[in-house]
Nanobody, 115 residues
């Protein structure tokens, strides 16, 4: 069983920065693809960024150039550095782990960007 625990959310002014972290339990982290998703009120959950076990990254067009995903396999953590935040980035951000048929989600952390 894998548990994912996000941290680092909060309230920030537009143009500011936040760093989200996700700590994973279990032994499959290093061989898993890790993702960050977000869900704004009234909207579907969407992929923000992902990083594979080999370090390949992919980003939603809306965050390219502003967000950076990274992972530390020694610490079983994945991070999301968010810069130049916009009000439209306001959402609950979820950490996600995928390995073969296994999919796990964290409980989410709120990010609110004020004008």
């Amino acid at each position: 069983q894998v548990q994912l625990v996000e941290s680092g959310g909060g309230l920030v002014q537009a143009g500011g920065s936040l760093r989200l972290s996700c700590a994973a339990s279990g032994s499959i982290f290093s061989s898993s693809t890790m993702g960050w998703y977000r869900q704004a009120p009234g909207k579907q959950r969407e992929l923000v960024a992902l990083i594979t076990s080999g370090g390949y990254t992919n980003y939603a067009d809306s965050v390219k150039g502003r967000f950076t995903v990274s992972r530390d396999n020694a610490k079983n953590t994945v991070n999301l550095e968010m810069n130049s935040l916009k009000p439209e980035d306001t959402a609950v951000y979820y950490c996600n782990l995928v390995r073969m048929e296994y999919v796990y989600w964290g409980q989410g952390t709120q990010v609110t960007v004020s004008t």
